[in-house]
């Protein structure tokens, strides 16, 4: 539902200029078109991540628009809170840590691991479990986005957590989920990279390191945080527009809706959601941009090349730093 309305305010916010398009879309998180299966037909197939291994197209996810089974408002209204909520403590009080708080039943090998490194004293990790239902019973008192920033390091892999002003260390694996935005993050630059074939004492690695290093540590956290600070909507609606035109130059037919097809407009889709759902759709209704959408840059397979050989390798540079101390 949110994926869709985020499509009807593209088509809001850029009205007339959105080309028609035939796009099958899979709304599940692991991406499906292998590159050694489908390598003679990648089938053009949309969802929410990607990574090497695979053809998928990444989409931003519905987050964007709010997700209200978890308290997550549209991306600008929490983006305030999370940095107001950053700013509250200053770094020399924030707790010299590692931090994760999430759902470890999501069928997630990493986060079952995860799981084995809540010791602060062994691992300088602090990792819960989040209750989705018990949440809601109590009004999301304790899951509050603004409210997680008061450790050094947030072990984390989503734009809600950039913003603590904290170095964050996603596990490397979280590469197998990449999003349309993880290419602008760089190793040692904006983040910490986590070795999930070794997790609790990369972890502990990391924090250490941290901890050594302070001023270092809060120049990765501070460029993290400025990162994400370009990621407002407006550039996530750029992107949607972008990456529609240009998949819709590369089909050789006009697009016809089938007699099936359901028509929906935004009055229609808020007419099906519930009071809930209803409330966060209408927080992150858009209105026609004054101005045009940003000028795309030429395509340069060189430049993608080389940026990625380039994180591969900082990221083995951290693993072999890892294996002289551990």
């Not at 090497?52 to 996810?61: K, N, S, T």
């Not at 972008?242 to 009055?267: G, M, N, W």
């Not at 540079?317 to 002289?324: G, N, P, Y």
């Amino acid at each position: 539902m949110f994926t869709i309305w985020g499509l009807l305010q593209l088509l809001k916010r850029y009205p007339g200029m959105v080309p028609d398009v035939d796009m099958m879309f899979d709304c599940m998180d692991k991406p499906r078109i292998n590159t050694t299966e489908h390598r003679s037909m990648p089938l053009p197939l949309f969802r929410y991540c990607t990574n090497e291994d695979h053809y998928d197209i990444p989409f931003p996810d519905w987050s964007f628009w709010g997700w209200p089974e978890t308290n997550l408002r549209p991306w600008d209204e929490e983006f305030r809170d999370i940095k107001r909520g950053s700013q509250r403590i200053s770094w020399s009080r924030k707790v010299p840590r590692a931090y994760w708080k999430g759902n470890p039943d999501v069928n997630s090998p990493v986060r079952l691991e995860l799981l084995k490194c809540n010791h602060s004293r062994m691992w300088g990790a602090q990792i819960m479990r989040q209750d989705w239902a018990e949440e809601a019973r109590i009004g999301y008192g304790k899951s509050k986005l603004s409210n997680q920033c008061d450790y050094y390091f947030s072990l984390v892999k989503s734009i809600d957590l950039f913003f603590s002003n904290e170095m964050c260390t996603p596990p490397s694996s979280s590469a197998d989920y990449e999003d349309f935005f993880s290419r602008g993050l760089i190793p040692l630059k904006n983040y910490w990279p986590v070795s999930s074939n070794n997790i609790c004492p990369s972890i502990k690695y990391a924090v250490d390191w941290g901890n050594g290093h302070p001023s270092e540590a809060k120049a990765i956290g501070k460029e993290g945080q400025k990162l994400m600070e370009t990621l407002s909507t407006d550039k996530v609606y750029d992107y949607m527009f972008h990456l529609i035109t240009e998949y819709s130059k590369l089909q050789d037919f006009k697009p016809v809706p089938p007699s099936s097809a359901q028509r929906l407009c935004s009055d229609s889709l808020l007419c099906i959601a519930d009071y809930e759902q209803r409330q966060y759709l209408q927080q992150s209704t858009t209105f026609p941009s004054q101005a045009p959408p940003c000028t795309l840059q030429p395509a340069d397979r060189n430049v993608i090349k080389s940026w990625k050989q380039q994180k591969k390798k900082i990221i083995k540079d951290v693993e072999d730093m890892e294996k002289v101390t551990l």
